[in-house]
């Protein structure tokens, strides 16, 4: 029930159930353990006199001393919340509390809490002083220290001291998937090594442009001023987690340790595996008298003679990862420079009257590297130049690698306003404007970009914006010669596509357009007998294409093709009464188109929108029934002299398509728009069957009006009748 309550955040009912299964607790261990957890929820639910009650019970009972001191704490914690008393007299009481003999053991929890309570109320200094005690009293255990390097790298980290911080996260060995800010520890454990670096660049080379400005006579001051304060941040940083104390009083145990300890001798290794029982109880007995373990790292005796002897070969080295990396260049200096009497970092260089040397933070025994000091124009340029680069690589890292535009904005903006490199510069305002879209702040990315073009006509955004403009634009150029190239294979206007075809081959080569349009180019040589031509372009089609879909539609052609053939030298040697016989009782399609849909409504289909669109060019068609192509070629060639001879001046082309096997369709266009369509149609709609095409049956054709996009929609019959009906109730009444 109690944990229930608990789960659902009803905290004093969970401390009321738990209170009742107090006489189920296991052992005493256990029961102070309950109590510690009632006075926890007690005060989650803001009862705090309920919850002083229990966290007292707690402390008297506990036989487990973390749960006693924690309860302590906790204990001074509430008084001063009921009281109002300041937080640095509550910090006070708990330092006080770590001095007295019982709760010395603890004193790294005790400074710990006293950071809390420091970062709460802002006072990162002594946050930052009490987890370092924390640390280096740590007596607790290595989770007890984690979490002092924990906070203490984060609040480092967010105050800008990136050397301290990049030695906390560093230290930080154990860091389990389940800890909740995992990510964020790993992210910055990756990064800040290369934050460091250049933060170390950007503050350098601040100083030295500051130093340059400086009258000559302040100059040589401030910089005996510089070189002190970069010596104590190397002093500080060398034995940042190190407890001078606690070393010495460890070494000297360690030394009367070893003349006195005869388990060390006695009990070695080679004894203990010898004779397990007897090595095994003469350790026991060891560490119970003396609290000294003979093996090595638990052994504080000798680990401190062990630190001692690395100290003397390799210099004063915090416990980190890769320490030989040498992560801080601060620790560098330390190691390199340990002589007693301190040297000048700044010496002239001897081969150049001109320049003047100070030995970067950097340098190792090896090899010394160092910087320049400003003393000229040229100086001062390389000098923000690299200004420039490392604030703009810091950024990037920050936005990019951590997620942390807050560190980023600031640098960005110094980018910006140092104005050094043009490709930087813009970078920095292209970062900064893609960082507002993602937070939504659509305005201020737009103001962003608008600067961009104008400040970098010439830059990568506006090259690349113009590239991509260009490719689109080609794009729709490319989609609008295949539309117009299948608008011509629709009206049957083979003569200007074959015109057209060598162009076309080269602008839709590697396009999406080309096996569409070589499909266009198959049915012009169909519909002219070319089938020859066409044979050898479907062949190519399935050699150079990879679609399985494109080579089966090549190949299937092929078969309908090669049955065509068969079926016209068939009908060749058939006498003319059977020729006839054949041309008018056999015509599937057109019966089809008169007969598919008697009953249904005139809907369009969802893929097609017929419009009414007055001012696009316009064709007027007759679809033939039951005639033959030759009478086809006489209809085009009859109204082909009629718009020479009346129509001359709307230069009109007359195609004829076979729109589906047996079935034609003669174009006559373009017209300017509907309004000249429709007049032409109503000057030639009564001399067609008694002048212009006497020569076929006015049952057997029908006229269409049709607008250029209606006509690249219909590609069969049922889109024609379709059509039809969209027609009669909007354009033109047959």
């Not at 296991?26 to 029961?31: A, E, N, T």
């Not at 937070?439 to 073009?453: F, K």
């Not at 009206?491 to 060598?502: C, D, F, R, Y």
């Not at 080579?551 to 058939?574: F, P, Q």
């Amino acid at each position: 029930m109690a944990y229930g309550y608990y789960q659902s955040e009803n905290y004093d009912s969970a401390a009321a159930y738990l209170t009742k299964g107090l006489s189920n607790a296991p052992d005493k261990f256990s029961k102070t353990r309950w109590y510690y957890l009632i006075a926890q929820l007690w005060e989650k639910s803001d009862n705090l006199a309920n919850a002083y009650t229990w966290y007292k019970k707690a402390h008297s009972d506990a036989l487990n001393p973390l749960i006693s001191v924690y309860a302590k704490i906790n204990l001074i914690k509430i008084d001063f919340k009921q009281t109002k008393t300041p937080w640095l007299e509550l910090a006070n009481s708990l330092q006080q509390m770590s001095r007295r003999e019982k709760y010395k053991p603890y004193t790294d929890i005790l400074y710990f809490e006293m950071a809390k309570l420091a970062i709460e109320n802002k006072d990162i200094s002594r946050a930052n002083e009490w987890l370092l005690v924390a640390i280096k009293k740590n007596e607790n255990g290595l989770t007890q220290k984690q979490k002092a390097f924990e906070l203490l790298a984060d609040i480092n980290y967010k105050s800008s001291d990136y050397a301290m911080a990049t030695l906390a996260y560093d230290s930080l060995t154990l860091i389990l998937k389940t800890n909740p800010y995992f990510e964020k520890i790993a992210l910055r454990k990756k990064w800040l090594p290369i934050i460091l670096t250049n933060d170390i660049v950007i503050q350098q080379q601040d100083t030295l442009q500051y130093i340059y400005n400086l009258a000559e006579n302040l100059q040589e001051d401030y910089i005996k001023k510089w070189e002190l304060n970069e010596k104590n941040k190397t002093d500080k940083l060398s034995s940042l987690f190190i407890d001078e104390d606690r070393k010495a009083e460890l070494a000297n145990e360690a030394l009367n340790s070893m003349g006195n300890n005869t388990n060390f001798g006695n009990n070695s290794f080679g004894n203990n595996y010898g004779n397990n029982n007897t090595g095994y109880n003469l350790n026991n007995a060891a560490i119970g008298n003396s609290g000294i373990n003979d093996f090595y790292f638990e052994n504080k005796n000798t680990v401190e003679i062990g630190k001692q002897n690395f100290a003397q070969k390799w210099g004063n080295r915090p416990n980190v990862d890769q320490w030989r990396r040498k992560t801080s260049s601060a620790i560098i200096y330390k190691t390199n420079n340990s002589t007693d009497a301190p040297q000048s970092r700044y010496a002239n260089d001897s081969t150049s009257k001109d320049t003047a040397r100070i030995s970067a933070m950097g340098m190792t025994k090896e090899k010394t590297t160092s910087v320049q000091l400003i003393i000229s124009n040229e100086d001062l340029i390389k000098s923000t130049v690299e200004l420039n680069k490392s604030s703009f690589q810091n950024a990037q890292t920050f936005l990019f690698q951590l997620n942390d535009f807050e560190k980023a904005l600031p640098l960005y903006q110094k980018v910006i306003n140092l104005n050094m490199d043009d490709v930087i510069t813009e970078r920095s305002l292209l970062d900064l404007a893609s960082e507002y879209i993602h937070q939504g702040n659509r305005a201020t990315s737009d103001s962003l970009i608008a600067i961009v073009e104008a400040k970098f006509p010439k830059g990568v955004y506006t090259s690349k914006k113009t590239a991509v403009e260009n490719k689109k634009s080609q794009e729709k150029q490319v989609e609008a010669d295949y539309k117009e190239a299948y608008f011509l294979a629709q009206i049957g206007n083979w003569a200007t596509l074959s015109n057209k075809a060598s162009q076309l081959d080269l602008k839709l080569k590697q396009t999406k357009w080309l096996a569409p349009y070589q499909f266009l180019k198959v049915k012009m040589y169909a519909q002219q007998r070319m089938d020859s031509l066409a044979f050898v372009l479907l062949d190519s089609i399935i050699y150079m294409h990879q679609n399985e879909n494109i080579r089966d539609r090549a190949k299937n052609i092929i078969e309908e093709l090669k049955k065509r053939k068969e079926t016209e030298l068939y009908l060749s040697k058939l006498n003319a009464d059977s020729l006839k016989t054949i041309a008018t009782t056999k015509n599937p399609i057109v019966e089809n188109i008169n007969q598919g849909s008697q009953n249904k409504p005139l809907t369009m289909d969802a893929g097609l929108f017929f419009t009414k669109d007055e001012t696009e060019p316009h064709y007027t068609a007759l679809l033939t029934n039951n005639i033959k192509e030759v009478l086809v070629k006489e209809m085009v060639t009859a109204l082909g002299y009629l718009n020479k001879e009346d129509f001359k001046k709307q230069n009109l082309d007359v195609t004829y398509l076979e729109f589906e096997p047996n079935v034609f369709v003669v174009w006559i266009g373009p017209f300017e728009n509907l309004n000249s369509s429709n007049a032409y149609l109503n000057k030639i709609k009564g001399r067609l069957s008694t002048e212009i095409i006497s020569f076929v049956q006015s049952k057997q054709y029908e006229l269409y009006i049709l607008g250029k996009s209606n006509i690249l929609q219909i590609k069969n019959s049922d889109d024609l009748k379709k059509y039809k009906g969209f027609m009669i109730n909007n354009i033109y009444k047959q």
